[in-house]
């Protein structure tokens, strides 16, 4: 808080400032534009920034110290300085075989956490040799249809020495229950199995369409796999909260971070129902956000969300251990903004916005390849992504102090617009019913939907400038080098999954998924049961079956 003859003397002088020295410069050369925003013009740009534009700005409540309340600098008391970000590189090749040696190549050059990219057939709970499957098999990630292919996946990784984040949702219980059942068969201790499942059906309703059940029966399997987890492997982040899509859907850094905490706050309220303490499965949820190009607004962005996860946590649910006010994310770069058009800009992109989320106070960061708008990265795409996490860790000084932006005149007014913002769309959410009812109208799609329109808008009339895009164009050679998957390796796939239904226990099979219908039925919690059945080899798409035939399937607007 400033004391209010201080800032009347600097209101006073910026007057000065602005009739004798700005306005002789103005008037001969004026500026850039008429008028300046945030990168998703959420707010507008000032000129300048004076402590008047943070007068009402209280250090202990509203920044405050790392690892305490309302933990707007982070929410570890030495953040980088301690330990530094998981860096977590996105993989998952065609094969199960080759995502293996993707995952080794990356250990053996420095990677310290394992991401996982599943093809669209496994994602939505088909196998590979299902009709909705053909031509997609291993396109956009790995096809994984049994612990088979999980076993080879994690061959020679021992699980007690790495965290894996898989990005799967829809059959995120099935996909927990394989990296399970390879941590037993590894002898693993369940309670040292460390990463996360994003397992987020929400946001799939808002931007990605990858669904499979309706929305009642889809937070059951989300508070089932809460409690099991609370009690089987502890280490585990039950669900990553994920405005990434929804920013690479369109939205704004507010539109972000509110529909994101909104629907946090969905799976808390839909966990407490199901009669769970809110203090024993809070601890286990992670955020996954998303890094776009301008720096200000994304270290700005993050340090707001943590602020208001905080509050929201104790203010709606009654919180109380610290770990279930604490905000932890992971951060990706932003697909979005990569062009096909000289793919090399893309590596500056990349660049900056790991900049951001490292200001911003990420938990882990996943650097895109610079080809990542045309295939899967290549091998020296991933290198190259991987040492520019290294390069900011070890050479740019970047993590060498706690939110080194906190006190700026601009971050912090920017840091307090957003969470107003923000907050205010939080707001219109409740007064349409909470999240679900929100989606269920299309109402937080549209929001997003306009934002992406007027963005479009923009670059096409060139008013917002893409290097490379709409400017400094050049003619260049068409040819990259990508990776691809080709029919006879999808073929080989099929091959398999036939194979291992002629090879298993048949009769164990159907006992698991007898056994799997009648918990699905009743009350009892699925997740002991979709892991018996992946050890005795049923597939993902004869699991995910069962689930549709008791669950039914989604269907917009119904």
Not at 159 to 181: F, G, H, Q, R
Not at 391 to 413: F, Q
Request: aromatic share 8%; net charge negative.
């Amino acid at each position: 808080m400033f004391d209010p003859d201080d800032l009347e003397a600097i209101r006073e002088g910026k007057r000065e400032w602005e009739e004798e020295t700005l306005s002789p410069t103005l008037d001969r050369f004026g500026e850039r534009e008429e008028e300046f925003t945030t990168d998703t013009g959420g707010q507008d740009v000032k000129r300048l920034y004076t402590p008047d534009d943070v007068g009402d700005l209280d250090y202990e409540d509203d920044v405050g110290f790392p690892g305490e309340e309302p933990y707007t600098r982070g929410v570890y008391p030495t953040m980088h300085r301690g330990r530094l970000w998981t860096m977590r590189q996105y993989a998952g090749m065609g094969t199960a075989a080759e995502t293996n040696e993707r995952f080794q190549y990356l250990i053996d050059q420095g990677s310290s956490g394992l991401s996982m990219a599943f093809d669209l057939p496994t994602q939505m709970g088909y196998d590979s040799d299902a009709d909705m499957a053909a031509g997609e098999v291993g396109k956009s990630g790995v096809a994984i249809d049994s612990l088979e292919d999980f076993e080879r996946v994690f061959d020679d990784i021992p699980l007690d020495e790495v965290s894996t984040s898989m990005t799967i949702n829809a059959p995120a219980a099935v996909l927990l229950a394989m990296y399970i059942a390879v941590g037993d068969r590894q002898g693993v201790d369940r309670e040292e199995l460390r990463g996360t499942i994003q397992n987020d059906i929400m946001k799939e309703y808002i931007a990605r369409n990858l669904y499979i059940y309706p929305p009642e029966p889809s937070m059951r399997l989300i508070t089932d796999i809460f409690a099991f987890c609370a009690e089987e492997v502890p280490s585990f982040n039950t669900i990553s909260i994920s405005g990434y899509h929804i920013r690479e859907a369109g939205s704004t850094a507010a539109q972000e971070i509110a529909f994101t905490l909104g629907d946090g706050i969905e799976y808390v309220q839909a966990a407490v129902d199901a009669g769970l303490d809110v203090d024993e499965f809070a601890p286990q949820l992670s955020f996954f956000f998303n890094a776009h190009n301008n720096i200000f607004e994304e270290v700005a962005k993050f340090r707001a969300a943590r602020r208001m996860w905080a509050e929201i946590m104790e203010e709606r649910f009654g919180a109380e251990n610290p770990k279930s006010k604490q905000l932890k994310f992971h951060t990706q770069t932003a697909g979005s903004t990569l062009t096909a058009q000289q793919i090399e800009n893309n590596v500056v992109r990349v660049g900056y916005q790991a900049l951001a989320a490292v200001l911003g106070g990420t938990q882990s960061l996943h650097t895109n390849g610079k080809d990542e708008a045309l295939s899967l990265p290549t091998e020296q795409s991933v290198r190259t992504a991987l040492r520019t996490q290294q390069i900011l860790a070890h050479e740019s000084g970047a993590a060498d102090t706690i939110d080194p932006l906190a006190g700026s005149y601009y971050v912090e007014s920017l840091t307090d617009g957003i969470e107003e913002e923000a907050f205010e769309i939080l707001e219109e959410v409740d007064r349409r019913g909470g999240m679900l009812d929100a989606v269920k109208s299309q109402w937080v799609q549209r929001q997003i939907q306009d934002t992406a329109f007027e963005r479009q808008r923009e670059i096409e009339e060139g008013e917002r400038i893409i290097v490379g895009v709409n400017e400094y164009e050049v003619e260049e050679d068409a040819h990259v080098d990508l990776e691809d998957v080709s029919e006879e390796e999808e073929q080989a796939q099929i091959d398999r999954v036939q194979a291992l239904r002629e090879d298993r226990d048949s009769e164990a099979v159907e006992d698991a998924l007898a056994a799997l219908r009648d918990a699905c039925r009743g009350d009892a919690n699925v997740m002991p049961y979709i892991v018996d059945a992946v050890k005795a080899y049923a597939t993902v798409g004869e699991i995910s079956d069962v689930m549709r035939e008791e669950f039914g399937e989604y269907k917009p607007g119904q």
